[in-house]
């Protein structure tokens, strides 16, 4: 098990970009899916991007995106301190959501990774408003 503490979102206008970071508190292993998820009021929780490193046999380094959003966010890792983050660009009204970090340290990402289910590691979550 790891801790995760995403940093504190806030308040930004439309269009401007915005970065979420993710500090890992424990061991982690190659193995690890690492994931960011957000939840609107009134809606289910939905994955928006996802990545591991794993070895080369395993495919190495994976991305995925939720279609919805793939243009506007890049999701990256820094092998230094496991820590995670997540760029949105061009950001919208109804990207207003608790933004959420996951991890799954069990495997590396799979065409499944938006199913919160997966991931036995949370934080906390961090709330992000844009106003138009």
């Known amino acids: 098990q790891v801790r995760l503490a995403e940093s504190a979102g806030g308040s930004v206008q439309a269009g401007e970009s915005l970065r979420l970071s993710c500090v890992v508190f424990g061991s982690v292993y190659s193995r690890t899916c690492w994931a960011w998820f957000r939840q609107a009021p009134g809606k289910e929780r939905e994955g928006v991007a996802s990545i591991s490193v794993g070895p080369i046999y395993a495919g190495g380094i994976k991305e995925y995106y939720t279609d919805s959003m793939k243009d506007r966010v890049t999701i990256s890792r820094n092998s230094a301190d496991d820590s995670v983050f997540l760029e949105i660009n061009s950001m919208k009204p109804e990207d207003t959501a608790m933004y959420y970090c996951?991890?799954?340290?069990?495997?590396?990402?799979?065409?499944?990774?938006?199913?919160?289910?997966?991931?036995?590691?949370w934080g906390q979550g961090t709330q992000v408003t844009v106003s138009s």
């Open positions: 996951a991890a799954d340290l069990r495997r590396t990402c799979t065409t499944d990774w938006t199913d919160p289910s997966k991931y036995d590691n």
